[in-house]
């Protein structure tokens, strides 16, 4: 990264001193101290983009994240960062995505940038595509084995704290979800859930029934 050259204003400010002094305090996330505390948690869907409906949500006190679900609604990268500031107004709510299957790696990485902690995929059918979710989300560092490069996004406050050990860590911390919404999904369950890094799983029957040939058919026993 190329810096400004290094001198100092008329009034002694100094760019590199104050980039030495800046401290960034990792923002906790709500959802993964609840899982680390074995404890349940309530979380609310979101089709609009107006961050004043996140503010609202998070003013109730009431919710400990809300699911803004991507899937269905037209959004625009501005759209990600006004939600990410929105949900950041508060210290015990947090934020998830749910990205849908030809996007993966792309709308992780940005949203996990804008400030969206917690992602929940759509469509994953095996193993492999649920190994793709988690190395998508995490660091590409030896310990972690993931994909998530050194990234500039207001996460890190834009080049502040990009590539530290502290935003190593915070991608760790984001809460993994998949969606078990296909047949080949649920015969590979098992195997899909021995995959390190996996949290948390959502039955989808809407298009499981689909995918097995009885499309609406949800309380069908099979």
């Given at each position: 990264?190329?810096?400004?050259?290094?001198?100092?204003?008329?009034?002694?400010?100094?760019?590199?001193?104050?980039?030495?002094?800046?401290?960034?305090?990792l923002?906790?996330?709500?959802?993964?101290?609840?899982?680390?505390?074995?404890?349940?948690?309530?979380?609310?869907?979101?089709?609009?983009?107006?961050?004043?409906?996140?503010?609202?949500?998070?003013?109730?006190?009431?919710?400990?994240?809300?699911?803004?679900v991507?899937?269905?609604?037209?959004?625009?990268?501005?759209?990600?960062?006004?939600?990410?500031?929105?949900?950041e107004?508060?210290p015990?709510?947090?934020?998830?995505?749910?990205?849908?299957?030809?996007?993966?790696?792309?709308?992780?990485?940005?949203?996990?940038?804008?400030?969206?902690?917690?992602?929940?995929?759509?469509?994953?059918?095996?193993?492999?595509?649920?190994?793709?979710?988690?190395?998508?989300?995490?660091?590409?560092?030896?310990?972690?084995g993931?994909?998530?490069?050194?990234?500039?996004?207001?996460?890190?406050?834009?080049?502040?704290?990009?590539?530290?050990p502290?935003?190593?860590?915070?991608?760790?911390?984001?809460?993994?979800?998949?969606?078990?919404?296909?047949?080949?999904?649920?015969?590979?369950?098992?195997?899909?859930?021995?995959?390190?890094?996996?949290?948390?799983?959502?039955?989808?029957?809407?298009?499981?029934?689909?995918?097995?040939?009885?499309?609406?058919q949800?309380?069908?026993?099979?």
């Open positions: 990264m190329a810096y400004p050259a290094r001198r100092k204003r008329e009034d002694g400010y100094d760019f590199h001193q104050r980039l030495s002094e800046v401290t960034w305090m923002r906790k996330n709500r959802l993964r101290e609840l899982l680390k505390a074995g404890k349940p948690s309530l979380g609310t869907h979101l089709l609009s983009t107006w961050p004043t409906i996140t503010e609202l949500v998070g003013q109730t006190g009431l919710w400990d994240y809300i699911e803004f991507a899937e269905y609604s037209p959004w625009t990268m501005h759209d990600l960062d006004n939600l990410g500031r929105a949900i107004l508060f015990d709510f947090t934020g998830m995505i749910k990205i849908e299957q030809d996007t993966r790696g792309h709308l992780a990485m940005r949203a996990v940038g804008s400030g969206i902690q917690n992602l929940l995929f759509a469509d994953v059918r095996t193993p492999a595509e649920a190994l793709q979710c988690v190395r998508g989300v995490r660091a590409e560092h030896p310990e972690h993931g994909l998530h490069g050194v990234g500039m996004r207001r996460d890190v406050r834009t080049i502040l704290h990009g590539g530290s502290e935003w190593v860590d915070m991608l760790a911390e984001c809460v993994i979800v998949l969606m078990i919404e296909k047949k080949e999904a649920v015969e590979n369950l098992e195997a899909i859930l021995s995959i390190k890094g996996i949290d948390m799983v959502q039955f989808g029957p809407s298009d499981y029934a689909m995918s097995i040939g009885i499309p609406r949800m309380a069908d026993p099979r």
